[in-house]
């Protein structure tokens, strides 16, 4: 629950600028913000990466354990995903147990991740039915500045894609060796400001937005994830063109994620 | 410990801020002891064994007969008679609660606006999300922010945007004797109010107020430096549409300045051409 | 702490007097402050020292959340310390756990001590410190990356709080433990100094040490505080101050 209001100016203003084809910082409609993506930030973890769009600031941490197949899948390791939309990172978050925005922000991040086989669950299994890995994917938001999805699934690719086995400290393999990243799944967040639907929404255009749609590509053109959020509502042909563009930035932020573009 | 701090004087918010901090002042951090060569210790400071010290971090500040910590971060601080520019957070029956960026909300009580508004009927002149401009009346020790919308240039806000400094920020975005602001107004055309509280109206065609919000965010960015105001002309005339169209675009008249706060309050929406009041109605001159 | 017949100890202190990561037993480990290294926060400060990573943010003075905490004479100072579950070998499950409670309460209550809260009555002050990687001392990073959060948010306070953690390893007494001090050794004494008036506003012991020994611990930890002290000082002085390049640095 957030006390802070936005002025009505401002979101009136951000919708103004967007009939004009304009926006609140001067970036094109289909132009994201500056990306940068530092792997290996935190050496605790098995993998992490922390990841700023423009003034929003995400850390992921990858834990991996190991621990028990799922009944149903004895064949397959453990992958959870959890977002924490910490107060340290903005005045419109509270302390306590997760908001449904984090809730929503996990989920999505763990859709794509998943349905993209961003890493082969299989491999991850060490004894079926008794032994397997549990990879952990901890998302920790330090600065809100809208566009969490993006940026919190671009932390999870960079973490993974960096990650190290602990086989050797859990007495499971001879040395560690690399997690096998299958799959690069990105998301890829629109809002919609009136007719103008913009790409990678700062926190006063979300707070503007009339509705909000994310697509998650991967490299091999399949789309893994979708969530429409907010109030507002998308025609079919609004979301085929978000597609369209969700594959043209996707390349260039899966270079990024795997620290091989800019 | 706990107990030695509370000998010093009792502080009330951080008053007189000089409009003009330069990099000759010198930077204090809390704990560090002020050569306060026999002045009293005013905002910012307090002082135990005899000996005064910084409470917050800022710039030192020599007004005789006190010396004080002018702050250089920190939520707006009210003063009486700042005039502010506040969002409706809450409603109620007589009174709308407006957040100004102070530590508290500040009631607007109905009888402070120029409407004659009847009990439960607040919600008809204010809604939560709209802004407006207001002048600190009173402030009481239990941290109460009376603020008044009676008075010359306070209304309700209509169109244009709002941008957000540091309040430490706002006698750097005004500048001496408001040149910093007539510069910004004079080469965009915009119409600009600042509130003490760090929070501005900027009305104009959108790129007018583009190129405000930039000039401010150079203002905000930039280190306790001189040569702000010619770094803040040279963008302007860099990005002015009339050097590309080779037309010299003339200073604006500071037509209204003395129109009545009605005007102010409830004008229109400006039109794409820009014109408009191009003065800084409450511009810190009063600190 | 110490626990016998522990495989692996290591040696903690070597004939030469070094300890494991080669310091003296009067030795900090590499600290960096970075001061304002959050743009949506009233204050916040990035502290790495040792194998530590801790950022702290404050917000407020502010209306209180929830109301019942309002307190009339003056600010409520809250503060949630947390580990991100990556923080620490073996990952640590999110949410509240006691021994974070403890430290949120013992922090908040170092800073009432030194914080001007009777300026701001009925306003709550948030102090938030998240801990990103973790080595020993965590709970003093945290306190210090906090308190210039606080000079950054312009918080009014006697002083700002310098802390580190002195213990007893191998036989000595140690400043600055790290991790393995921190499991192999005898004592650990977290402590927070008010320079100002050489007063301590945070203190805590596990492990256990004689009178003399407790002596020199408080000796060695003053002196460590007021090492960080400077840290501290130039971050906020570096961030303030009049600089060719000012142009705030992410």
């Given amino acids: 629950m957030s006390e802070e ?44 990466a922390l990841v700023r769009i423009g003034d929003t600031a995400v850390l992921c941490g990858i834990k991996l354990e190991p621990g028990k197949p799922f009944a149903d899948t004895p064949n397959a390791g453990v992958l959870t995903t959890n977002a924490e939309l910490i107060p340290l990172s903005s005045p419109v978050f509270e302390p306590g147990p997760p908001q449904p925005g984090a809730i929503e922000v996990s989920r999505v991040v763990d859709r794509a991740i998943r349905a993209a086989e961003t890493i082969d669950l299989t491999r991850l299994c060490v004894t079926p039915g008794e032994k397997s890995w549990v990879c952990y994917v901890d998302i920790h938001v330090l600065d809100h500045g809208g566009n969490l999805i993006d940026a919190a699934q671009l932390a999870a690719l960079g973490a993974l894609t960096h990650a190290t086995m602990p086989a050797k400290r859990f007495g499971i393999a001879e040395a560690d060796y690399p997690l096998e990243v ?17 790409v990678d929404p700062t926190f006063d255009e979300e707070r503007a937005a009339q509705g909000r749609v994310t697509v998650a590509t991967d490299e091999t053109g399949r789309i893994v994830a979708m969530q429409k959020g907010l109030v507002g509502a998308f025609s079919p042909d609004d979301i085929k063109t978000t597609v369209e563009r969700a594959f043209h930035h996707g390349e260039r932020m899966r270079a990024i994620a795997r620290g091989v573009g800019a | 410990m706990g107990g030695s701090h509370r000998t010093g004087p009792r502080r009330r918010g951080r008053g007189g801020s000089s409009p ?89 009580h109905m009888t402070g606006t120029p409407w004659k508004v009847d009990v439960g009927e607040t919600e008809r002149y204010l809604r939560v999300g709209e802004s407006v401009v ?110 590309d169209e080779g037309v010299e675009e003339p200073p604006r008249e500071h037509a209204h300045r003395d129109a009545p706060a009605q005007d102010f309050a409830s004008s229109p929406p400006p039109t794409d051409s820009g014109e408009g009041p191009d003065d800084e109605r409450f511009d810190g001159e009063n600190n | 702490m110490g626990s016998v017949g522990a495989k692996d100890v290591p040696v903690l202190l070597s004939p030469e007097g070094l300890r494991v990561d080669g310091r003296r037993v009067n030795e900090l480990r590499p600290i960096k402050i970075t001061a304002g290294a959050l743009k949506h926060a009233d204050g916040s400060a990035f502290v790495e020292w040792g194998q530590n990573k801790v950022m702290a943010a404050v917000y407020g003075p502010r209306e209180v959340h929830p109301r019942h905490l309002q307190q009339n004479t003056k600010a409520v100072i809250q503060c949630k310390y947390n580990m991100a579950a990556f923080s620490v070998d073996e990952r640590k499950r999110p949410g509240l756990d006691r021994r974070s409670q403890e430290i949120s309460k013992v922090i908040a209550e170092a800073f009432e001590s030194v914080v001007f809260a009777e300026e ?44 580190v953690a002195v213990g007893k390893a191998g036989g000595a007494i140690i400043l600055d433990l790290k991790k393995e001090e921190d499991n192999f050794g005898e004592a650990d004494l977290p402590m927070a100094l008010v320079p100002q008036s050489g007063r301590l506003v945070l203190l805590q012991m596990e492990g256990h040490m004689t009178r003399d020994e407790l002596a020199t611990a408080l000796d060695l930890g003053v002196q460590g505080c007021r090492g960080i002290y400077e840290v501290m000082k130039q971050a906020l002085r570096d961030r303030y101050s009049v600089a060719p390049a000012a142009e705030a640095g992410a």
């Fill in chain 2, 134 to 243: 207001v002048r600190v009346e009173n402030l009481d020790p239990t941290g109460r922010i009376g603020v008044t919308m009676l008075g010359e240039g306070l209304g309700k806000l209509e169109g244009g945007s709002i941008v957000h400094v540091s309040p430490a920020r706002v006698p750097r975005v005004v500048g001496r004797n408001g040149s910093m602001i007539e510069t910004i107004t004079r080469h965009t055309g915009a119409q600009v109010a600042v509130g003490q509280n760090g929070r501005i109206w900027v009305d104009g065609a959108p790129e007018a107020i583009h190129r405000v919000r930039e000039a401010l965010r150079m203002i905000s960015e930039d280190g306790q430096r001189r040569g702000l105001t010619e770094r803040v002309d040279s963008y302007l005339k860099s990005t002015s549409r009339s050097r």
């Fill in chain 1, 182 to 198: 299958v799959h690069y799944p990105v998301e890829c967040t629109f809002v919609r400001l009136g007719e103008a639907i913009v």
């Fill in chain 3, 120 to 163: 701001f009555p009925r306003t709550s002050i948030d102090i938030y410190i998240e801990v990103l990687q973790a080595n020993a001392g965590t709970r003093c990073a945290g306190l210090v990356a906090a308190s210039v959060a606080l000079a950054d948010a312009g918080i009014p306070m006697a002083d700002l709080l310098p802390a």
């Fill in chain 1, 5 to 48: 209001v936005t002025a009505e100016i401002l979101t009136t203003h951000v919708l103004d600028l967007a009939a004009h084809g304009k926006r609140l910082d001067d970036r094109g409609p289909d132009e994201y913000r500056k990306i940068t993506v530092e792997p290996g930030f935190v050496t605790t973890a098995d993998g992490s």
């Fill in chain 2, 20 to 108: 003009h901090p330069s990099g000759d002042r010198v930077l204090v951090l809390p704990g560090e002891e002020i050569p306060s060569q026999g002045l009293k210790p005013g905002p910012g400071t307090y002082r135990v064994g005899g000996k005064v010290y910084a409470s917050i971090l800022g710039l030192l500040s020599p007004r005789p007969p006190f010396v004080q910590v002018i702050p250089l971060s920190g939520r707006y601080i009210p003063k009486p008679n700042d005039v502010v520019i506040g969002t409706v957070t809450d409603v109620q029956g007589t009174f709308w609660l407006l957040d100004i960026g102070a530590p508290r909300w500040a009631p607007l």
